[in-house]
């Protein structure tokens, strides 16, 4: 089996490992449906699995953490992102800091 190397990037002119994604944030926007966090944790359930998720309400700017994991894959991406507006979804290098996670939120 052979060892994949960890992606790299430039860091201050120099190459820095990239971590692995450790979780997926999904942001509830401010002016979102009252039914959106029933539909999206729904939806979660439905597709269980061992990728963590955090949720940024943008109501009450505060992190949610004991959310139902997912399987995160290619086709369940496909599915939430579409029903849930693709601009909601980011992965996280692991960034527990609100203020932190709203940076990854908006780019």
Known sequence: MV???PE???DNGREAPVPPPQALVIRIPHDARSD???RLLAALSYFG???PVRLFDEQ???MEEDIPSV???EETAG???AAFGDENFRLSAGARQTDRLYETIDG
Do not use: P, V
Request: net charge positive.
């Open 3 to 5: 060892k994949k190397e």
């Open 8 to 10: 790299k990037r430039r």
């Open 36 to 38: 959106f966090k029933t």
């Open 49 to 51: 699995g061992s990728f």
């Open 60 to 62: 009450s700017i505060c």
């Open 71 to 73: 399987d995160w894959n």
């Open 79 to 81: 599915l939430l992102m």
